[in-house]
Structures are given as C-alpha cells and as structure tokens.
C-alpha cells in the first residue's frame, strides 16, 4: 500500500523561506517520479514540480522556477521542497505525489496523493 506523509508546511512572512517533507512507503515501482501540487482556496489544483527517482532530474513551473528546489533522499524515500522568496500567492495547501513512470503536470495522471501541508505567506 503506497502512503505519502506530507510535513513542514507553516506560516511565514513574505521573502523568507520552508522546506516541506513528503516521505514515501509503499513503493513498488522501478520506474517513478514524486511530484508537487498546491491548490489555493477557490483555485484549481496547480502543478509545482516534479523530481524523478532515479536520476534526480527536476522540472518545475515557471512560477516557482529560480524560487523553489525539489532534492529526494533515496536512502529515507523522503522528498523535499525547499521553498524561497515566498510571496503571498504561494499561499496554498501543497500536496506531493507519485505515478509510475515519467512526470506529469497533470495531477489527475498521479495516483497516490498525500494528505497535504498547508503554507501561508503573510504578506
């Protein structure tokens, strides 16, 4: 049974700075990528970024391109955000998953889904 535990979320002014924690049991695949989502009250669900397991190789939206890093440790199946310069708009529920297989921007293509940490930014 594949379970993601999301942490670290909080509050935060505006300029500084969170790492949230998506740790992972469960896994099966040989091939797969853990991505980030955030949904905001009244938005969509949006895609963050996404890091593939296997060679670490990472994507990320343009709004949080040069601002946030997606980093894995193998070893503790734990993948991290680390979130800098943050503004109000990153205000959000943030929400890591996984699918088997290449990344994906669309959160529908992602099965399992953590339960989410929530991020404010004060302005």
């Known amino acids: 049974q594949v379970q993601l535990v999301e942490s670290g979320g909080g509050l935060v002014q505006t300029g500084g700075s969170l790492r949230l924690f998506c740790t992972s049991s469960g896994l099966t695949f040989s091939v797969y990528n853990m991505g980030w989502f955030r949904q905001a009250p009244g938005k969509e669900r949006e895609f963050v970024g996404a890091i593939e397991w296997s060679d670490g190789r990472t994507y990320y939206a343009d709004s949080v391109k040069g601002r946030f890093t997606i980093s894995r440790d193998n070893a503790k199946n734990t993948v991290y955000l680390a979130m800098n310069s943050l503004k109000p708009e990153d205000t959000a529920i943030y929400y890591c998953?996984?699918?088997?297989?290449?990344?994906?921007?669309?959160?529908?293509?992602?099965?399992?889904w953590g339960q989410g940490t929530q991020v404010t930014v004060s302005s």
């Open positions: 998953a996984v699918r088997e297989g290449s990344p994906a921007v669309i959160g529908g293509l992602y099965p399992y």
